[in-house]
Every structure is written in structure tokens, then in C-alpha cells.
């Protein structure tokens, strides 16, 4: 199992990284909740998230990719980005209500 530990730490690296782009990602979404709340505009906007998913797989068939797990994978992260930009709204809208 040794021989493997480098590998394991490249790995580690290269999750951390990923997981820090997700907080990026999801500090957006934060700033778009408000924006959404404020406008008007509802969480859930199906040609984005058309758009997004199919951007992702693109992409992902561009580095060699597997383009159908993309898929899945975007599905999940996009679902629960929309629940997220919800419940962040649902705040907002309970504190504009509560005023």
C-alpha cells in the first residue's frame, strides 16, 4: 500500500481544490439568490439548468470525460444549488414579510 501514498496525496490535492471551487460556486449562487428574491425571479429556471448541465457535459466530452456521468453528476449539483437559491430566498422573503 506504499507504493500508492503519492497518489493518495495527489488526490487529496486535487479534492480539496475541487471542494474549494464548490464554495465559489455556491458563494455565486448566494449572491444570485438575492438577486433572484429581489427581482422576483423564481429559483428554478429550466432552460439554465438545461443550459448548464449540457454546457458541463460538452466540456467534459472535450477532456475525454465520461459525458453521461457528467450529466449525473450536474443534475445533483444543479438540484441542489436551486434548493439552496430556494431556502435562501424563502429567508429573504420571510424577513421582507416580518418588516
Known sequence: ???LK???VRINVIDEQI???L???Y???EDVAKIKARENIPATIP???DEVRENAARLAAEKGLDE???RKL???LIKHSCETEESIMRRINFRKAAK
Do not use: G, H, N, S
Open 74 to 76: 450536474y443534475a445533483q
Open 23 to 25: 464554495r465559489r460556486r
Open 19 to 21: 471542494l474549494q471551487l
Open 6 to 8: 503519492p497518489y493518495r
Open 68 to 70: 453521461d456521468f457528467i
Open 1 to 3: 500500500m506504499e507504493v
Open 27 to 29: 458563494d455565486v449562487i
Open 47 to 49: 432552460e439554465r439548468v
